[in-house]
């Protein structure tokens, strides 16, 4: 079947908070949710002596951000949705007496197995947080489904297979005699891209790709953070569009990198205000030299797909952003789409008559959520990426965002 006629089959409907996902047993559900880790709250950076603007929250209260408050809030949604496969960015893991990680236990859900990143990438990520920000924690993406209903591959490798922190995958077929049974092999990755780098960024998703296909697999789902707005001309859009790029785009999406790179703070430890990374072609466009690096990069990001044998597609959702408007330092938040028509994307080798739904959900406050349910008829073969989240931090932004779900469609 060809896109458009799939797309065809996409319909998104207003899902309001704490919407049960199981009510159709022969439907499967995946939620995406970045749960924003609380070493990442307004944290002093050692580098810099000072709160990173990325991490100030500033249209948030402190009240609001206290993590008991949030951890409580965060439990309540998670386990009201009862979803097949929780796909998280941004847990904070728990450090065991001897010294490893574990996955915290307020998210150790009944029912559910987890999928986490290997010790030696915790450990890493570890360190790196003592030295920036004077705290020794694991931070990273998980993978959590429903045992009942979903199982770990006869031929796959175990959850703890080596995955990096940022890059989470449990591979998972349907459990004999359940609903889900027809479901095949199928690999589900919680991925958050790089803040700061496209190039890590088409490297962390091309690097998907190749395990599921190790794996010995083309029905992956790929659910979580990708730090990108992911419109025409970026080389994340590549992946999953077959539509060239105006010569303007590419301009404009390499010069937007190449400034979000000196103002975000990405895996390397150089503070994200001390970055020339500009570009330096004069008044801040990039120049002839890193306008010819950007086209041989979206170059390799539109071949990733073909080399993998693995078919991209965007699911379209409505609002995905709320905040203070761009440039402002004061409110009220708005709500904005990270890209027109579509912010999520999917691929899957689709079996019939089983129908996925998916949510894709961020948020740093309780009682804020803004979701969209998609089921997707399986007719199709292809892959699921959901696009960077849903920020919904102040409960008056709640409605307007529920309301307009459907804008576009």
């Known amino acids: 079947m060809k896109a458009a006629s799939l797309r065809e089959k996409i319909f998104a409907a207003s899902c309001v908070q704490g919407t049960p996902l199981d009510a159709e047993p022969t439907c499967l559900s995946v939620l995406s949710y970045n749960l924003l880790a609380p070493a990442f709250v307004r944290p002093i950076d050692l580098r810099t002596g000072a709160v990173q603007p990325f991490a100030a929250f500033e249209w948030a209260s402190a009240a609001d951000l206290e993590w008991d408050l949030r951890r409580k809030r965060l439990l309540e949604q998670l386990q009201s949705w009862n979803v097949d496969v929780l796909c998280l960015q941004e847990v904070q893991f728990e450090a065991s007496p001897d010294g490893s990680f574990r996955l915290p236990d307020w998210l150790g859900l009944q029912d559910y197995t987890a999928s986490i990143p290997a010790e030696k990438y915790l450990t890493l990520i570890a360190e790196r947080n003592e030295r920036v920000l004077a705290n020794k924690v694991a931070i990273g993406c998980a993978v959590l489904y429903r045992n009942g209903r979903l199982q770990l591959s006869e031929d796959s490798e175990s959850s703890r297979s080596g995955d990096p922190n940022t890059l989470v995958s449990a591979c998972l077929q349907g459990v004999p005699g359940s609903p889900l049974e027809q479901l095949g092999k199928t690999t589900f990755f919680s991925v958050h891209l790089d803040a700061q780098s496209e190039e890590k960024r088409v490297d962390q998703l091309r690097k998907c790709l190749e395990r599921a296909r190790a794996l010995g697999t083309r029905q992956v789902v790929f659910a979580g953070d990708l730090n990108t707005e992911c419109r025409p001309g970026s080389c994340i859009r590549a992946f999953v569009s077959d539509e060239a790029p105006s010569n303007e785009d590419m301009a404009r999406e390499c010069a937007s990198a190449l400034r979000i790179a000196g103002t975000e703070d990405g895996d390397d430890e150089s503070p994200a205000n001390q970055k020339e990374l500009r570009g330096d072609g004069g008044d801040g466009e990039p120049s002839a030299d890193q306008l010819a690096a950007w086209h041989l990069l979206w170059q390799k990001a539109a071949k990733s797909p073909s080399e993998h044998r693995v078919r991209l597609m965007r699911v379209p959702t409505g609002p995905t952003r709320s905040a203070y408007d761009h440039g402002k330092t004061e409110g009220p938040c708005v709500s904005w789409r990270l890209a027109p028509g579509s912010d999520l994307v999917i691929t899957f080798l ?42 919904i931090y102040k409960q008056e932004v709640l409605e307007p965002c529920i309301g307009s779900c459907l804008d576009g469609f």
């Open 350 to 391: 689709f079996l019939h008559a089983l129908v996925l739904a998916i949510v894709k959900c961020e948020t740093v406050l309780s009682g804020m959520n803004c979701c969209c349910l998609l089921p997707i008829w399986r007719e199709d073969c292809g892959v699921l990426c959901l696009q960077d989240g849903l920020w």
